[in-house]
């Protein structure tokens, strides 16, 4: 299973970007899916997960109501529509994929597959 990110750029405070992972050698449909971040000299945290059915969606605090996770099975992608963006936000973007199906987690060690990361600036 190979995951590959893309989308990230740089953008002003206020802004809007999607993030989109490419999923091959499987389907997304097999995987919980997650996007985390790592921001500048700061650990990975957990930003948003979704489902393997794509019906169930769960988000860090910090970007509830901004960020939203979508999966597209046609295309088997998972995207990140990212709004109202901050200069916080600003963080290397990271795709995984959790084989054990379970919604709601949050911890990266949980993850088993994950994409190369993209960069993210936002600019005040």
């Known amino acids: 299973v190979q995951l590959q990110a893309s989308g990230g750029g740089w953008v002003q405070a206020g802004g809007s970007l999607t993030l989109s992972c490419s999923v091959s050698?499987?389907?997304?449909?097999?995987?919980?899916m997650g996007w985390f971040r790592q921001p500048p000299e700061k650990e990975r945290e957990f930003v948003a997960g979704?489902?393997?059915?794509?019906?169930?969606?769960w988000y860090s605090d910090l970007v509830k109501g901004r960020f939203t996770i979508s999966t597209d099975k046609a295309r088997n992608l998972v995207n990140l529509q990212m709004n109202t963006l901050k200069p916080e936000d600003t963080a290397v973007y990271y795709c995984a994929a959790d084989t054990s199906r379970r919604v709601g987690v949050l911890a990266g060690s949980d993850y088993d597959y994950w994409g190369q990361g993209t960069q993210v600036t936002v600019s005040s």
């Open positions: 050698g499987s389907t997304i449909s097999s995987y919980v």
């Open positions: 979704i489902s393997w059915s794509g019906t169930v969606t």
